[in-house]
């Protein structure tokens, strides 16, 4: 039986197409550690352009309103273990610089990995998106803590917090529903969070923040736990605004 669900989970693995060293937030596999676990995590440690980081070297810019254009519902749930994953179906794309990224899945950090002007909020949410060509990009949403988020509640509802226990979201749920009205948004270039921490990923930081409740902030971090990588130097980076 052990044989057996440790052959499904290299499956899985294998699918999500994910590096097999283990990784994680605390102890001899937490973010410090990373770029020492596997060569394939080099990055984490010798990369010059890793996320999160603190926002806080801004540069004027005209930056285009963020074209989101979000429509077929989310498809299902997981608590994978690092986080708690939305997967969408590639159908919902923003457009940025000229170019298409479809929407792949969101996820959460409690509390969140990026920091606005040295503030940390209590929970963050990546929406992954990836163009033809592979490139990168995430649109990071903070939530501060405050009225009920209905829209969550409807993927909170069909989550089952066992770990790889993937569940289909019955209610009708828009990714976009997340979304603050006001889009604006701060921009820079970055890395994927965590292990392989993959350079060359375009982040789009939106300035308004959305609520959330205490009990549904405190439901997420029960389940994922203190899942938040330290903000990176920016080093030669600057942050558009
Ligand atoms: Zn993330």
Redesign the pocket.
């Given at each position: 039986m052990k044989k057996l669900m440790a052959a499904s989970l290299f499956t899985l693995s294998l699918i999500a197409g994910e590096n097999h060293a283990h990784w994680g937030y605390s102890g001899d596999t937490s973010p410090e550690h990373w770029g020492d676990l596997s060569e394939k995590f080099f990055i984490c440690k010798k990369g010059v352009n890793q996320s999160p980081v603190n926002l806080n070297r801004f540069i004027d810019a005209k930056l285009d309103p963020l074209k989101v254009q979000y429509s077929t519902n989310a498809k299902s749930v997981v608590n994978n273990g690092h986080?708690i994953e939305v997967k969408a179906d590639g159908k919902n794309s923003v457009t940025v610089d000229g170019i298409k990224f479809n929407l792949l899945q969101f996820?959460?950090?409690t509390p969140s990995?990026n920091q606005i002007k040295g503030k940390n909020f209590p929970m963050?949410?990546?929406f992954?998106h990836k163009s033809k060509e592979g490139e990168y990009l995430?649109v990071?949403l903070m939530f501060n803590e405050g009225e009920k988020n209905k829209n969550l509640q409807k993927m909170l509802d069909s989550l089952n917090p066992k770990e790889g226990n993937e569940s289909e979201i019955k209610k009708s749920f828009k990714p976009n529903e997340l979304f603050p009205k006001d889009l604006s948004y701060f921009r820079y270039s970055g890395s994927?969070?965590?292990p392989p921490c993959t350079e060359g990923v375009r982040w789009i930081v939106l300035k308004t923040p959305v609520t959330a409740s205490k009990e549904q902030i405190e439901q997420m971090h029960k389940i994922m736990g203190k899942n938040n990588r330290p903000v990176q130097p920016l080093k030669a980076r600057v942050i558009l605004k």
């Open positions: 986080t996820h959460f950090h990995e963050e949410a990546h992954v995430v990071a994927f969070t965590t």
